[in-house]
């Protein structure tokens, strides 16, 4: 565990959904002061209720208080909003990102950043749920989790450990890699399962309103399919397209897998494949990150 830095004090969360939520719960409980920021109070009001955070605003000036910011809000509009807040942060304070596609917004709020005296770091957790809101916060989401913290050539040495000490706090182990690596990897574990997802509860709906009574087929295995497909549709809608190049890439290879899948079902040797597949997920099983 590194050692605690003493810029860690006061923490702003801007946006209170589910991940922000859940960030500023845990943090409280540990004894940090922690202010959420949004633009509904009511939404706010509710956060504050539940337990989330001890003060709200809807000012994005009282963020100038805070050590450290993390902009929790859709992974479009952190880039957009976030040069709405470095401007007003003290210097030396430290800005980051729970966004789900990195290489765009390390490499614009990186050299922002620092022009300001402020730096940022990228970082995005690899925990959630197809629930959304602060009424779902939990505060142990994160734990035994990974996070992703994506540093660049601008990025400040001490300001990646706060963001790693923050992180730490919520149980969860960092890990240290570059936005475009990360990007990639996000694409295969974590987008095209969702896009998988997406596309397969349109197939089902498809053939329910042309069949009806299919649901009533639909159990474990269906479920755990079609989880995910819950999801905000806004926000999914833009890390595909914020990570289009690197999704496209893997959709195609998916693609190829379903028509070789095909083929081996054709010719009847598909036995050995679901085997060797089968293994191969059992070696990998324990390291996965569970579902929260």
Request: charged share 25%; net charge positive; hydrophobic share 40%.
């Amino acid at each position: 565990m590194r050692k605690k830095a003493n810029t860690l004090k006061k923490i702003g969360i801007v946006g209170a959904g589910l991940i922000g939520a859940s960030l500023a719960k845990k943090l409280t409980s540990s004894g940090f002061e922690v202010i959420c920021v949004g633009r509904n109070r009511k939404h706010l009001l509710k956060a504050r209720t539940l337990g989330v955070c001890s003060e709200i605003s809807t000012d994005l000036s009282d963020l100038s208080r805070c050590d450290i910011v993390v902009v929790s809000t859709p992974v479009d509009v952190i880039i957009e909003i976030s040069k709405k807040i470095i401007p007003l942060m003290k210097k030396g304070a430290v800005i980051t990102d729970v966004g789900s596609v990195k290489s765009n917004i390390c490499a614009r709020l990186s050299v922002f950043a620092k022009k300001c005296g402020v730096s940022f770091v990228g970082a995005h957790p690899m925990a959630g749920s197809e629930k959304s809101g602060c009424e779902n916060a939990r505060s142990d989401l994160f734990e035994k989790s990974s996070v992703f913290i994506t540093p660049v050539k601008e990025t400040n040495r001490n300001a990646l450990k706060v963001v790693a000490e923050m992180w730490e706090k919520t149980g969860a182990s960092c890990l240290i890699t570059r936005p475009a690596r990360h990007d990639r990897f996000a694409a295969v574990a974590s987008h095209l399962p969702h896009l998988i997802s997406f596309c397969f509860m349109e197939m089902f709906l498809d053939f329910e309103k042309k069949n009806g009574k299919a649901k009533e087929a639909a159990a474990g295995s269906f479920r755990d399919i079609t989880r995910v497909a819950k999801s905000s549709p806004a926000v999914w809608n833009a890390i595909f397209k914020e990570n289009r190049a690197f999704l496209s890439k893997n959709v195609k290879v998916f693609i190829n897998k379903l028509e070789n899948m095909m083929e081996c079902l054709k010719s009847r040797k598909l036995t050995g494949r679901l085997n060797k597949i089968k293994t191969g997920y059992e070696k990998i099983e324990n390291k996965i990150g569970k579902s929260r």
